[in-house]
């Protein structure tokens, strides 16, 4: 497949109401989940902080999984109650109105929670989406360094009495070329055909 030298820097809007915060160590904002802000452009070094992670089947989530496809990245937790099934089943309907370009598109979930969300959690939590989907984990330290790269925030709530809580996350929505570019960020409102539309604009100029 032909490498993409594309970088599109259109920022989304992002989806709820908390605080834009500042990325001192690396100088750029990291855009919660705010409406009307934008998401900063993310360099090949801050893209590359997902490599550190692991996947469902607790197999490292190297740059050679990522190679030869478009990567559609969402974060959040398998406990979420509404934003990130929704966002996850979005990404759903990109691969399933894609049909046969769809082979040239990676789904990619990225937890926040992996004191919660073991490998096992994720495989089972993403059964229920598209099933190409790459469910990314690790130790916190390691989901810490990718937030900070992708520049996402996660505001865990108090826990309830049972020590369940919930997390108010970044929702949007990256895509990341085959050579490891940010092409481009959706927030959470974009619709599924929006994104379509995008990607199958980007497969009909390079031959696809």
């Given at each position: ?15 709820s109401?908390?605080a ?11 855009a919660?989940?705010t ?11 801050d893209?590359?902080?997902i ?6 089947t607790?197999?490292?989530a190297g740059?050679e ?6 990567s559609?990245i ?6 979420c109650?509404?934003v990130?099934?929704?966002a ?8 399933e109105?894609l ?5 040239y598109?990676q789904?990619?979930?990225?937890t926040f ?6 490998p ?13 989907t790459?469910?990314?984990?690790g130790?916190?330290?390691?989901i810490?360094?990718?937030q ?5 925030l ?7 009495a ?6 108010s996350?970044t929702a ?8 490891g570019?940010?092409?481009?960020s ?6 599924p055909?929006q994104?379509?539309g ?11």
């Amino acid at each position: 497949m032909h490498r993409i030298g594309l970088v599109l820097v259109v920022a989304g809007s992002l989806f709820s109401s908390i605080a834009v915060q500042a990325n001192d160590a690396k100088n750029k904002s990291v855009a919660t989940a705010t409406e009307g802000e934008h998401h900063p452009a993310l360099s090949k070094a801050d893209v590359a902080t997902i490599y550190g992670l692991i996947d469902q089947t607790g197999k490292p989530a190297g740059p050679e999984r990522f190679k030869g496809r478009f990567s559609l990245i969402v974060f959040g937790y398998t406990a979420c109650p509404d934003v990130c099934p929704t966002a996850m089943t979005h990404v759903t309907s990109v691969m399933e109105q894609l049909g046969p370009l769809s082979r040239y598109v990676q789904p990619v979930f990225v937890t926040f929670d992996p004191a919660r969300d073991t490998p096992e959690v994720m495989r089972d939590y993403v059964s229920h989406f598209d099933k190409r989907t790459l469910a990314l984990t690790g130790p916190m330290p390691a989901i810490k360094t990718v937030q900070e790269g992708y520049g996402v925030l996660s505001v865990p709530g108090p826990k309830d009495a049972d020590g369940s809580y919930f997390i108010s996350p970044t929702a949007a929505k990256y895509l990341i070329g085959p050579d490891g570019t940010h092409v481009q960020s959706f927030s959470h409102d974009d619709p599924p055909e929006q994104i379509t539309g995008f990607l199958k604009g980007i497969f009909s100029r390079i031959g696809k």
